[in-house]
């Protein structure tokens, strides 16, 4: 009777401490997530050293966890090129102060506006034309109402904003291939530095405000952004602009520590997700950056945390890098500049946006036979242990940091969690902590745990 009383005490420990253990670790997923995307992280972007405050806060997590340093002091710091929109942003029309983000929208490469402005409303017809090599062609129709427009508003044109409303450009009355070039042309301003028609400002309304994405490219030599055609009608003469955005190089950081293998440490597995986002656009507008990504960095510390107690044969490398929202620039970087000899990593494993997982995983660049080994013992374990309710695999893409790695032809996979509460949209001021499911997180894990253990 005392036998079968120890025995039942023994394993109601077992399972409170069991209980415990997988709380504490997803309590952890949900803490890492939280702080990262706090309002005093600035978005995590060069607004206010965000970025370096979440380097900071990594390495403080990777010391306490006991993982050992690479590079220089666990960091591997780089140039980057990037932008920074900090302080007050303001845009009034009519007398109304416009929401930021919402009413309008600052891409991250626009020069500084500061000042009340008349705002000139352009036909959309003028943007019929031809671009080869530094030359331009107007069409004929194009050709006639330019003379016109720049007849009636003169000098102005290089001062003024210039107002072009997109949504118009369905009424007009020419044929589609004209249309879609007039789109088309009107797009390109997005990605071009200069404007053929040599504007200093240029306001483009559209009902559906493009999303909002930083990329490698040089500062534009004109201002552009993006309003509502409601708020502005036909009535609408001036308009007030007000922000600050510097761009140039600054110094950043991957945040690499490694856990040493007991019997092959000289081979590695490489478990990575990064840190960077937005930033902000003014200091009303901050993108938190909770599920895009400190999910996956939270995804990273937890198997860190687990995988320092229960080391296994390979090293692992952790790998938390800046520079993805910009163009993958970190994780380039890292492939470009290994800490450890590449042809000696058997496995990346990339988290990025993984909230939620209620529905299971999509494993990007799943289909690539290098990463059949992986992948087959991973839906071996599911199968066997029910941990997801499915693993899909997805072509290859260059949406994440993985991607490099695939061009040296070393396996790599991204995972991405499918369904459970996350946020609607990423790239907006909503992507919060609150909207970022981790029930399921502690499976989602035991899952990688388990297979990288008979990996």
């Known amino acids: 009777m005392k036998m079968i009383r120890w025995f039942s005490l023994f394993f109601m420990i077992l399972i409170i401490k069991g209980g415990s253990v997988q709380g504490q670790d997803s309590n952890y997923v949900k803490r890492v997530i939280c702080d990262l995307s706090a309002p005093e992280m600035y978005g995590r972007a060069a607004p206010y050293n965000g970025e370096y405050l979440a380097a900071q806060y990594i390495k403080k997590e990777l010391k306490q966890l006991k993982v050992h340093p690479l590079g220089n002091n666990f960091f591997q710091e780089y140039p980057i090129y990037g932008y920074e929109m900090i302080g007050d942003v303001t845009v009034v029309v009519d007398k109304v102060v416009l929401n930021n983000f919402y009413d309008y929208r600052l891409p991250f490469h626009t020069p500084s506006i500061n000042g009340e402005f008349r705002v000139i409303h352009a036909p959309l017809e003028i943007l019929d034309y031809t671009i080869e090599g530094d030359s331009y062609q107007l069409s004929e129709m194009a050709q006639t109402r330019w003379e016109r427009f720049q007849k009636k508003n003169k000098e102005r044109l290089k001062s003024e904003v210039i107002y072009f409303n997109a949504d118009l450009i369905s009424d007009l009355p020419c044929d589609s291939l004209t249309k879609v070039r007039i789109r088309q042309n009107l797009n390109n301003w997005k990605h071009e530095t200069t404007n053929v028609f040599e504007f200093s400002k240029i306001m483009i309304g559209m009902s559906d405000l493009p999303g909002f994405g930083t990329r490698k490219m040089e500062e534009k030599e004109f201002s552009f952004f993006y309003i509502k055609p409601e708020k502005i009608t036909h009535k609408t003469k001036k308009i007030r602009i007000h922000f600050e955005n510097k761009m140039g190089y600054r110094t950043t950081q991957n945040v690499v520590g490694i856990i040493p293998g007991t019997t092959e440490p000289d081979s590695f597995v490489v478990l990575m997700g990064h840190y960077d986002h937005l930033g902000m656009l003014g200091d009303d507008c901050v993108f938190y950056g909770a599920f895009d990504n400190a999910s996956g960095v939270a995804y990273v510390l937890s198997l860190g945390q687990y995988f320092v107690h229960n080391r296994l044969k390979y090293s692992i490398i952790l790998i938390l890098t ?14 470009e500049h290994p800490l450890v000899p590449l042809d000696k990593i058997i496995q990346v494993i990339n988290f990025d946006l993984v909230c ?20 087959n013992q991973m839906e071996r374990i599911n199968e066997a242990e029910n941990w997801v309710p499915q693993i899909k695999r997805g072509r290859n893409a260059p949406n994440s940091d993985h991607y490099p790695f695939t061009l040296k032809e070393i396996p790599a996979l991204f995972t991405l969690t499918i369904g ?7 790239h907006t001021p909503e992507d919060r902590c609150e909207f970022c499911g981790v029930n399921y997180s502690e499976r989602i894990l035991k899952l990688f745990i388990r297979t990288l253990e008979t990996f």
């Open 322 to 335: 800046s520079g993805e929202e910009s163009g993958l620039q970190g994780s380039t970087y890292f492939v």
């Open 356 to 375: 939620g997982g209620d529905e299971g995983l999509m494993m990007f660049n799943g289909v690539n036979p290098l990463n059949a080994r992986f992948l």
């Open 420 to 426: 459970g509460l996350k946020p609607n949209e990423t």
